[in-house]
């Protein structure tokens, strides 16, 4: 039992002493994904900005162009048509701004990592699948018919 103790305190002498259990393994992807999101935090609050300003702007507009063309009545048909046209865009252009979001974060999570990692193994020329093919004799065959 004395043995025992004595390898044990040994063992987590050097485990704290050499920091081996000291950083996590997952270290540098938080480190990662946190430093991506921080460089997409201005775009992602101007995109979602910019979801609720197209919808505003495109009921404004189909309700003056509504009272321009119908009077009163026009107005509030221009304005919920201009809502329903103005959601489309606004959706489209929300999942063009959230496509382009994740292109960012990635590129940015990507140069994280590889800024933190070790340099890529070098290249080496992948071995032969197969030999060449084989050489045959030619095979007898039949004699010339007989001439008659």
């Known amino acids: 039992m004395r ?3 004595k390898s044990f305190v040994v063992f987590a002498a050097l485990t704290v002493g050499t920091g081996a259990l000291a950083q996590s393994p997952y270290y540098n992807d ?7 999101d921080a460089q ?4 992602r609050d101007q995109a ?15 309700a003056a162009l509504g009272a321009a063309i119908g009077g009163g009545r026009g107005a509030g048909i221009g304005a919920a048509s201009g809502a329903v ?22 590129a940015y999570y990507a140069q994280c990592m590889a800024s933190r990692g ?13 030999g060449p093919a084989p050489v045959y004799a030619p095979q007898p065959s039949y004699p010339p018919p007989p001439r008659y």
């Open 3 to 5: 043995i025992l103790t």
């Open 30 to 36: 938080l480190g990662c994904r946190q430093y991506a």
């Open 40 to 43: 997409i935090a201005a775009l």
């Open 48 to 62: 979602n900005s910019q979801a609720i300003g197209s919808t505003i702007l495109g009921a404004g507009l189909g």
């Open 85 to 106: 046209v103005g959601t489309g865009v606004g959706a489209a252009n929300a999942q063009n701004a959230a496509t382009y979001l994740q292109q960012q974060y990635s």
């Open 118 to 130: 070790y340099p890529p193994a070098p290249y080496t020329a992948p071995a032969p699948a197969y």
